[in-house]
Structures are given as C-alpha cells and as structure tokens.
C-alpha cells in the first residue's frame, strides 16, 4: 500500500474522553452529543462525524 492510498483512507481515531482508549471497530460506546440543527446536520462515515461533533466518547470501563 503506497503512503498517498493510505492518506486517503485515514482513519479517523475515536478516542475514550476520560482514559483515552482507542474505540476500534466493534467495541461499544457511550457518546455524547448535542441534535444539530437541519442546515448544520453532518454527514459522512460516523467516526469522522462523532470526532467533530461528539463532546464526549466513554468506552465501556467508563460509561
Ligand atoms: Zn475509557
């Protein structure tokens, strides 16, 4: 895999807010987050919205 394919699929690393564990795939969580409003609504894969729009990530330890 070249470093440009790479860069294109980054992923983006959720991270637990309190201990700092990474959410990989599969593992559940607690977010929180505010209902954007209609104009403002995100869209796109999840983990890039949560990283922009959730204040708060708590893996399972904890929630
Ligand atoms: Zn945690």
């Known amino acids: 895999m070249t ?7 980054k992923d983006v690393k959720l991270q637990c807010s309190r201990c700092g564990k990474e959410i990989n795939e599969n593992d559940e969580m607690t977010v929180a987050i505010r209902m ?8 796109g ?12 990530i708590l893996c399972t330890k904890c929630k």
Do not use: Q, T
């Not at 470093?3 to 699929?9: D, L, Q, V």
């Not at 954007?36 to 869209?43: D, I, L, Q, Y």
């Open 3 to 9: 470093a440009s394919f790479k860069g294109f699929f």
């Open 36 to 43: 954007p409003n209609k104009r403002r609504m995100p869209v």
């Open 45 to 56: 894969p999840l983990d890039r919205v949560l990283s922009k729009f959730a204040h708060e």
